[in-house]
């Protein structure tokens, strides 16, 4: 099934749910015009759907095949990567000293989604590619940055992010990979990492390695550990490849899903001579590793919002063509004989209908519509607040904004990857039996999906971080700043008193104090009973991603009826007024009982230890 | 990983929450001594847990193998079929005239739960067979019964059920296999049929299909559909294998999951010579079909049950296992430097602790273990008014009872698989990354799982048979006489008066109320705006498991608590109560909400058409 990339709808989303065109007052973008902005993501829209979607499915079919320690990745995986990294979309966001183009975070952003939309296992890669680039520019030596970031800004050279190791998944202060000095200023590197994302393929000549470690001496715990540049082939004179280094590959995972991406299996100096280079100060490697972790965070919460796109299209194209049963009755009954879908009427094939016509079939699509929009709205919001906290012309500026990044990377995370795997679902629901066939298509992002509410930090990590890290940031101010701002939508939706919004208004205000009632809540359980908070920590999370994506579907909403319908630019007022709605009503909704169930719920988890006792 | 037969929990939920008990008070079971049915469940677990069990994973490696029209199943599943039926448990609730053991559905029902855990491909086949088998006992003529049923009812022949065409899925009043009287009282049968489970196969010599087809002359629509008996070979002298029928499989599925149970597109008749008999009177194909479709809704619903319950062994196996991170904090925070699971801490190995220590994690293992049991008991109450509706002494008794399993079995069917799905996707989280490897395990149930949501009737269909046929059954009677029973049980917990059960009665309580009002504005509703009525119909179904459910386990946690500690049988008290709180506190907490979906959402649904513009 084809993928048509959702260009004016990200524009819109960007410009009037995220912040972007306020950012873009407040100067952060310099002269970067709409036409700029259009034109960049068109061009990204037509790779993604031309060049990248027709490799999705067959990607997954064929997999990618391990010998001797060599990966081969799918046919045409490498003509396409070479095309994507030649026409300069590796290094988007990346500085222009070293080869980048310089365009905020959030354009890229909206690249990403594309990218992984068109096909997830191959959008993958260059994320840590990205992030690698990114943590080597912002804490690397001079002359390791001479030597390796402009290969990594063009993509020519790919990079992989290695913490976990068997006995620390999300424990990472126990892994044990080691390091010790050389000697000559590089390091000698022990030790063997697991579910290493690309860690070999063949897309290109070279890979650099990004691996925690610890040096020699170096305290237990996340406190010893360092990050080092280890590349597959060491740097030549002249800048190309020299020798060999001492790592490989010795098998690749069997996964669910993601059959196009190399999971890799990778050992480090069993020949006694792999050079890796510190990257940062030793015993400092967390720190910088942060910096690759939070951008990879955006980056899988984004893979959810491109899954659930995807996964939208294909279920609405489906549901479209695909014809049974009759009109489901709109008056009262008796009009007509039967009931929709049901085995009690009379159905000949030349009176089916599209199945989109079904109530049924349409709740389904406008709840994977919903979701899949607010949390590509979260998404861009934490990526123009990335933005701001490096462009802001003031330093609390900056400091507000990154705060605010700080805060909604969780929740961007995980929501949006929770509602990959759930969108996912509901397509292969609206397509019936059809959607179990692998043919179909709808199973492989279902299966695809699934991965990204586990990598970069499970999903209860995410929760269990925005709850005990980023709530309590400024003593709660930081969070109470964000929540007011979602109390202005509300007003906002109120004083527009169209009577298109329904009861938008009131069950998003509900929401917006629901957040806020719970977040005082868990300020407080925070000094007091710390267990209370984490118990909750993921409804928690659902809560504040259902009043911030309500709310940012409300101010698409507001901002498509101010353009009118006639403005272009994606503003579709009644359909992004009836989404909002939607959301509003139908998903938003659960909030009060979410709350209660971060306030009144705890004892039920804590004391429940019998509970558990059945096999 | 072992799968272990919760025969206890089992029959706990049995006798406590589904009425068995009280049935066997009742007279319904004759002499069924409490001995008898723990030794037939007992017998069943060791046989799944021992035989079927180490099938799972290796079907579904190697799958099934389809050349030239025939199907060769996984190596060892023919011997172990063999074994199985030699030992009668096809039979078990089959007629004893006809060679089946003449027990109660309900405790053929905890049998299929545990083929079902064991191997779901496995479990699905004899399912239909069953169904075939009680569809010919019921509807079919003497001879063709004396014929067929005493191999259905052993299962030396398998069954299976053909309603879906191309362009007739949910909408089966669209299909077009013809039947021709061919003079002889058979007919000759055309056509083709897909999603054929077990279709072709070599468990057994021979194959008897059961499909629907539309005798020459007969109306359109569902009116014009009658049921046939084709056996892949016609019955030869002396109940042999007589002459090869001319029908067979010309593919099987590529699927998403289930891969060993094979899914067939059958050919029908394109020789000419394909002999079908009619089960029942021509064009009255579908009450019988009904027939076949209400038992195996049933069994699909055990499915999700199944499911559900083998992922919960597996994750928290898994999680006692892995050791990862320090303790939670249970105190006020200071007293330890860092967050569970988290990289700010420090973390030697030696000191990680079982991951079933983690809050988040024992909250995932909790929602787990409650949705397995309110589910089952789900299944299990409807299996007993099954039972009851067969064997109640008075008219009256079975006509009410034949009404509640009504009323039960889209519930049982949809909230069951959709547990399912959510649980088999739980239990890949708390197995983190290991959980997207297929070696794990984990993966492989989540496949499974996910088509029991679509078969024998999408759960969306489920739900509109439960707001438009079930909840209007006797003008409400019906199903208000249910939620008195609701509120009793509710009363029941106050008056216990223990408070280890938490806030369990007051959010059952509203639970209850809100699934009242939302029972009385659909029956409202549909009188006046049905297809308002059709919009909250999905959450109408959970909202009504939310309840149900909630009020079941608290029937357990009751029985157990009356029984004590130790009076063995399973009871477990304290587990029980925590379960059921966690239940109602969690969970059911969500049924304000879902209510309010159904009173208030439909308008977003049905004015929404413009929301779906986008691709």
């Given at each position: 099934m084809a993928y048509r990339a959702p260009v004016e709808d990200i524009l819109f989303a960007l410009k009037h749910a995220a912040g972007f065109a306020k950012a873009r007052v407040d100067g952060l973008y310099g002269d970067l015009t709409d036409d700029d902005l259009a034109a960049v993501l068109g061009e990204a829209g037509r790779f993604a759907s031309e060049v990248l979607a027709p490799l999705n499915a067959p990607g997954d079919r064929s997999g990618t095949l391990f010998r001797d320690g060599e990966v081969t990745m799918p046919p045409g995986w490498k003509d396409a990567y070479r095309a994507w990294a030649a026409a300069g979309w590796n290094g988007v966001a990346a500085p222009v000293e070293w080869g980048g183009q310089g365009l905020p975070h959030a354009v890229n952003a909206a690249c990403i989604e594309m990218w992984n939309s068109a096909a997830m296992a191959f959008g993958l890669g260059p994320v840590l590619t990205m992030a690698g680039a990114n943590v080597l520019a912002s804490f690397g030596a001079e002359d390791l940055k001479r030597t390796y970031l402009p290969k990594l800004v063009s993509g020519e050279w790919m990079g992989t992010m290695e913490l976990t190791e068997p006995q620390a998944g999300s424990d990472v202060g126990a892994l044990r990979t080691r390091a010790e000095r050389a000697g000559d200023g590089s390091y000698r590197i022990t030790g063997g990492k697991i579910f290493i994302t690309y860690g070999e393929h063949d897309l290109t000549d070279n890979i650099i390695h990004f691996v925690l470690a610890r040096i020699a001496g170096a305290p237990d715990g996340i406190k010893g550990l360092s990050l080092f540049l280890i590349p597959k082939f060491l740097a030549g004179p002249g800048g190309g490849l020299g020798a060999r280094n001492d790592l490989r590959a010795n098998r690749i995972e069997h996964k669910l899903?993601?059959?196009?991406s190399p999971t890799c299996h990778m050992v480090y100096g069993d020949r006694g001579g792999c050079v890796g280079y510190l990257i940062g100060e030793e015993n400092r490697g967390m720190a910088a590793m942060f910096t690759m972790m939070n951008e990879a965070r955006l980056a899988v919460g984004l893979q959810g919002v491109a899954i659930a796109e995807r996964a939208t299209q294909q279920a609405a194209a489906y549901a479209r063509e695909r014809r049974q049963g009759r009109p489901d009755p709109a008056g009262p009954p008796g009009a007509r004989a039967s009931r929709p879908s049901s085995p009690a009427g009379e159905t000949p094939a030349l009176q089916q209908v599209p199945i989109i016509t079904h109530v049924d079939v349409r709740r389904m699509l406008l709840t994977m519509r919903a979701l899949t929009r607010a949390a590509r709205a979260i998404c861009f919001a934490t990526a123009v607040a990335l933005d701001r906290s490096r462009l802001a012309p003031d330093a609390a500026g900056r400091k507000a904004a990154q705060e605010r990044a700080a805060l909604l990377t969780p929740v961007a995370k995980a929501f949006s990857t929770d509602i990959g795997t759930e969108v996912a679902s509901l397509g292969i629901q609206v397509h019936?039996?059809?959607?179990?066939?692998?043919?179909?298509?709808?199973a492989q992002h279902y299966r695809d999906a699934r991965i990204a509410q586990i990598y970069e930090g499970t999903n209860g990590i995410q929760a269990i971080d925005l709850v005990t890290r980023k709530v309590p940031l400024n003593g709660g101010a930081t969070v109470r700043g964000y929540i007011a701002e979602l109390r202005r939508t509300v007003d906002a939706v109120k004083a527009a008193n169209d009577p298109a919004f329904g009861a938008t208004a009131e069950r998003l205000g509900a929401a917006t104090e629901a957040l806020a009632e719970a977040t005082e809540w868990v300020l407080a359980a925070l000094a007091a009973r710390p267990d209370a908070a984490l118990a909750g920590a993921t409804a928690y999370l659902r809560l504040f991603a259902s009043a911030a994506g309500g709310s940012m579907l409300a101010d698409e909403a507001l901002a498509a009826a101010r353009q009118g319908?006639?403005?272009?630019?994606?503003?579709d007022a009644p359909g992004r007024i009836a989404v909002a709605r939607f959301f509003a009503e139908n998903l938003a909704v659960q909030a009060k009982a979410l709350a209660r169930i971060v306030t009144e719920g705890a004892d039920a988890v804590l004391l429940a230890e019998a509970g558990l006792g059945a096999p």
């Open positions: 899903g993601l059959h196009a019936g039996g059809a959607g179990y066939i692998e043919e179909t298509g709808a319908s006639a403005a272009g630019d994606g503003a």
